[in-house]
């Protein structure tokens, strides 16, 4: 069964107004954002460039486009920047000669309902099914929600959809014949306001992707960001590793079963009753859309000492 509805997480302003209280009291475990968050330095760095928001952004994507090639190890024509995944996720379904797509559920709803609004016929399957032949996969590696590790098909064509890979494997990747792989910028680095995400695909597919976005690919600020930031991405990626393994013990010790996760948020489920995370204003990512999932929860990590406490007192409660 297809959902009806296309949750998504995040919402703080609205779980404000729903909890009548401030934002900055809201521990948003919701999204799968990096627990560090922004750099330290972002906000100087911000105020030093401030010039560049009177700037339109740079038609190819530059700096950022060469810097991020380099960095990933295939050509600048290999490379297109977007406003997030979320930009080549709504028109892909157009822009690509596809008919059908399979897709693993339960899953991140947003490309069944992309491919539906196109009039791609969408065929689901789940985990240990065999996959529906079909004109094009939808992979998403790590899984979302699950957090498990995936790898594309040989001889299938699709999206790898690798938003929450660790940088050291989408470096190994390169381009990959007949898919079209599409990686956030914005979770690692906890910039999600600046939207900030790519594609790498062969010259053909990233054209015909071109012409179905806007010609100002990201904001002008994200673009010259990049370079800085891609400098921090091995060391972020080893913090989701311990902290990662900290919520894992967390929960187990609680008796919480956990789905096994390589990506910045776990698929975990209470010994008994759910606890009562808005009492303690805490977001999470529930999903009333899946049958599948009920009864399952998926959590974000906390960053300081005091959010992990707040965290253990509610699934302690």
Same mark, same amino acid.
């Given at each position: 069964? +297809?959902?009806?509805?296309?949750?998504?997480?995040?919402?703080?302003?609205? =779980?404000?107004?729903?909890?009548?209280?401030?934002?900055?009291?809201?521990?948003?475990?919701?999204?799968?954002?990096?627990?560090?968050?922004?750099?330290?330095?972002?906000?100087?760095?911000?105020?030093?460039?401030?010039?560049?928001?009177?700037?339109?952004?740079?038609?190819?994507? %530059?700096?950022?486009?060469?810097?991020?090639?380099?960095?990933?190890?295939?050509?600048?024509?290999?490379? +297109?920047?977007?406003?997030?995944?979320?930009?080549?996720?709504?028109?892909?379904?157009? =822009?690509?000669?596809?008919?059908?797509?399979?897709? $693993?559920?339960?899953?991140?709803?947003?490309?069944?309902?992309? =491919?539906?609004?196109?009039?791609?016929?969408?065929?689901?399957?789940?985990?240990?099914?065999?996959?529906?032949?079909?004109?094009?996969?939808?992979?998403?590696?790590?899984?979302?929600?699950?957090? $498990?590790?995936?790898?594309?098909?040989?001889?299938?064509?699709?999206?790898?959809?690798?938003?929450?890979?660790?940088?050291? %494997?989408?470096?190994? +990747?390169?381009?990959?014949?007949?898919?079209?792989?599409?990686?956030?910028?914005?979770?690692?680095?906890?910039?999600?306001?600046?939207?900030?995400?790519?594609?790498?695909?062969?010259?053909?597919?990233?054209?015909?992707?071109?012409?179905?976005?806007?010609?100002?690919?990201?904001?002008?600020?994200?673009?010259?960001?990049?370079?800085?930031?891609?400098?921090?991405?091995?060391?972020?990626?080893?913090?989701?590793?311990?902290?990662?393994?900290?919520?894992?013990?967390?929960?187990?010790?609680?008796?919480?079963?956990?789905?096994?996760?390589?990506?910045?948020?776990?698929?975990?489920?209470?010994?008994?009753?759910?606890?009562?995370?808005?009492?303690?204003?805490?977001?999470?990512?529930?999903?009333?859309?899946?049958?599948?999932?009920?009864?399952?929860?998926?959590?974000?990590?906390?960053?300081?000492?005091?959010?992990?406490?707040?965290? %253990? %007192? =509610?699934?302690?409660?």
């Amino acid at each position: 069964m +297809l959902p009806h509805t296309f949750p998504h997480g995040g919402g703080i302003q609205a =779980a404000a107004q729903a909890w009548h209280c401030d934002v900055s009291d809201i521990l948003d475990l919701s999204t799968g954002l990096h627990p560090n968050g922004a750099p330290d330095w972002l906000g100087e760095w911000l105020q030093n460039h401030a010039n560049l928001v009177t700037q339109y952004p740079d038609v190819s994507g %530059e700096p950022a486009r060469s810097c991020l090639a380099a960095y990933l190890g295939v050509d600048s024509d290999n490379v +297109l920047m977007t406003a997030g995944t979320q930009a080549v996720i709504e028109v892909v379904f157009q =822009a690509m000669p596809w008919q059908s797509m399979a897709i $693993e559920v339960p899953c991140y709803n947003e490309p069944i309902r992309c =491919a539906t609004r196109a009039g791609c016929a969408v065929h689901v399957f789940e985990k240990g099914m065999q996959q529906p032949h079909t004109d094009m996969l939808w992979q998403t590696s790590p899984h979302n929600p699950t957090g $498990e590790a995936k790898i594309f098909p040989e001889n299938r064509q699709g999206v790898l959809d690798e938003s929450y890979m660790p940088f050291e %494997e989408r470096q190994r +990747l390169g381009v990959l014949d007949g898919v079209i792989r599409l990686g956030s910028l914005t979770k690692t680095f906890c910039i999600p306001g600046l939207r900030l995400g790519y594609v790498v695909a062969d010259t053909t597919t990233i054209n015909q992707l071109h012409t179905w976005l806007s010609p100002w690919p990201a904001p002008t600020l994200a673009l010259h960001l990049l370079p800085k930031l891609l400098a921090e991405a091995k060391q972020r990626d080893e913090v989701i590793v311990q902290v990662r393994q900290r919520l894992n013990t967390l929960l187990e010790k609680h008796g919480w079963q956990v789905q096994p996760s390589q990506a910045s948020f776990v698929l975990a489920q209470p010994p008994q009753h759910m606890p009562d995370f808005a009492k303690h204003h805490i977001l999470v990512r529930l999903f009333p859309e899946w049958q599948q999932l009920q009864g399952w929860v998926r959590l974000g990590f906390p960053n300081t000492a005091q959010d992990w406490q707040r965290l %253990e %007192e =509610a699934i302690s409660s």
